[in-house]
């Protein structure tokens, strides 16, 4: 069934609502559907039939029902508060990604560290990425271990130590220990302060889990516009010198001091509390910020039923070497293949822009490293507006359809930039054109992409190996960056715009991979998932809906009357 219908009956008789509300309170069945004739049903004027979607056999879509959370409450205002922790920590990891980028353009830098050959600069780049993928080896242990916060402590400790050493540099030696350490403590905000990206999911309110966790990857660019915008304002000083890019790897430090000051005033992951044998603890915080104080909260108390269901004590997160559960059942691998695909696809794309875009912008015919430097920077701002602009949307159009349209575009993009770029010489009317597609590109992306990154994997594991898939993740991802990143500047310096035909391939696959094999998250608790991935079509079932007939009042309330698949 395509679409649930909604009938929503305005009954001005109080008495009858009070009747209504009293049934639920004593836990008698939902009361029958107002038929045609009925002495107490209200008027036709008083009666509105739409149609919706909801999820079939999703008890959590009904609990929302019951109980609407107003975006502007006190409960989602205060979960907003504790949010911005973890928004620091992504936007840690922009100033970490974007600023090395920009560094490498300026000629006091490449004078010092010869970042003006390829392979040079290719090289010192990934150097960032093999830190990475030494600290994925402990990034979900600690989280699993300790808890997020300590997680979140120790990464923005170590990420502050690699900040120090970079912008003290001296010779190449000291840079190559800066980028190793700050890849390490910026992998380990993976399962640590994105585990509040999972904590995010796993205790942001049901209702509104997909904007929540989409704003944390949207802040990324908090981060990259401050990194990117303060070296186009140092391109501007009068005397060259090493002010110039120390001051840049310096303020990476800035928000890892802030992040290890307020960690300490967040609640833990209540998730984490149960898996800990602990859940008493979650169920109080639950209620602080699902609930707005309520303790007879269904939303709650369904949440504390399914985590205590789903939740091992004696799981393999309680064991930092063990990954079986990642892998020792087919609804195990299937969620694995799916975390897998967002990081390649997501990775693939384009060569990264946080490194390169001067030399991208280079190739398409502009030669000023001021222009240069512009043009770096005002990626940042567009692609965060395009990432918020994208949270709007993500509930309305789901995960699947969103992620098709967005590679749909991607692939458009990539093929017109290879036209342009391979037609720009003596043309820079072409040359400009391929640029503005570059841009196109960055927002077709920004807008599902950026934001699913962090959403999606979060989604499709379950909490007992959250952490250490995300870890995984974090070690796939920097594979494949690895990669990307030290290839895509010999690649571009040696067959130009053809290198580009790599990625449009990528982009167009992704759509069929996506098609196939990307189940639809949308409205479903991360506990609903399981069932989704048992089902022998987990595609299928998750694009399941039901028929749900609800009853809501001017004066207030709202009861379930009839649920039909």
């Avoid at 990034?139 to 900040?163: E, Q």
């Amino acid at each position: 069934m395509s679409k649930e219908k909604l009938s929503v009956h305005y009954l001005e008789d109080t008495s009858r609502l009070e009747s209504d509300i009293n049934e639920k309170a004593d836990g008698s069945s939902s009361p029958e559907p107002i038929k045609d004739g009925d002495s107490t049903a209200p008027s036709p004027s008083a009666e509105i039939t739409k149609v919706v979607a909801t999820q079939a056999n999703s008890p959590m879509a009904e609990a929302l029902l019951l109980e609407p959370t107003p975006f502007r409450s006190r409960a989602v205002a205060r979960l907003i508060a504790c949010l911005f922790v973890t928004y620091l920590c992504s936007a840690q990891n922009g100033f970490d990604s974007n600023t090395f980028g920009g560094v490498s353009a300026m000629p006091d830098f490449k004078a010092q560290f010869g970042t003006d050959v390829a392979a040079t600069n290719g090289f010192l780049a990934a150097l960032y990425v093999i830190g990475n993928v030494i600290g994925s080896f402990a990034a979900g242990p600690c989280a699993d271990r300790w808890g997020r916060k300590p997680g979140m402590f120790i990464a923005s400790g170590i990420v502050l130590v690699g900040a120090i050493v970079q912008a003290s540099s001296q010779k190449t030696r000291d840079l190559i220990a800066g980028r190793i350490v700050l890849g390490i403590g910026t992998v380990m905000l993976g399962p640590s302060a994105q585990s509040w990206a999972i904590r995010t999911t796993e205790m942001a309110h049901p209702s509104y889990r997909g904007i929540m966790v989409g704003a944390y990857q949207g802040c990324f660019f908090l981060g990259t516009i401050i990194s990117t915008w303060v070296e186009y304002g140092l391109s501007y000083l009068s005397v060259e010198n090493s002010v110039n890019w120390r001051f840049p790897f310096a303020l990476q430090g800035l928000p890892s001091i802030l992040v290890m000051t307020l960690v300490w005033l967040i609640p833990e992951s209540p998730r984490w509390y149960v898996a800990q044998g602990k859940p008493e603890k979650a169920r109080e915080i639950l209620i602080k910020y699902h609930a707005n104080g309520n303790e007879d909260s269904k939303v709650v108390a369904l949440e504390m039923e399914e985590m205590a269901s789903s939740i091992s004590t004696r799981g393999s997160d309680k064991k930092f070497w063990d990954f079986r559960e990642l892998f020792n059942s087919r609804a195990a691998r299937y969620r694995t293949w799916l975390v897998i695909c967002i990081g390649f696809f997501g990775q693939l794309d384009l060569p990264p822009t946080s490194y390169y875009f001067p030399l991208m912008v280079q190739t398409a015919g502009i030669t000023s490293e001021r222009s240069q430097l512009l043009c770096n920077a005002l990626q940042t701002p567009i692609m965060m507006i395009s990432t918020l602009s994208g949270l709007h949307i993500i509930e309305r159009y789901g995960r699947r359809k969103l992620l098709m349209w967005s590679s749909w575009w991607m692939s458009v993009s990539v093929a017109v930039i290879i036209a342009c770029t391979a037609k720009q010489a003596g043309n820079p009317t072409v040359g400009l054109v391929g640029i503005a597609f570059i841009y196109v590109f960055l927002v077709a992306f920004a807008f599902v992409w950026t934001p699913f990154q962090a959403l999606y994997p979060t989604e499709v594991l379950p909490t007992n190996s959250r952490a250490k898939g995300l870890a995984m993740l974090g070690l796939w991802l920097n594979i494949v960056n690895f990669i990307n990143t030290y290839a895509a500047p010999v690649g571009i310096t040696n067959v130009s715009w053809r290198f580009y035909f790599l990625y449009l391939a990528v982009d167009f696959t992704g759509i069929i991979v996506i098609y196939f094999t990307f189940v639809e998250t949308r409205g479903r608790s991360l506990e609903e998932m399981d069932q989704i991935f048992d089902d022998p079509h987990p595609v299928r079932a998750s694009l399941a809906m039901q028929e749900v007939t609800v009853k809501e009042w001017k004066s207030g309330g709202v009861s379930v009357v009839q649920a039909e698949s």
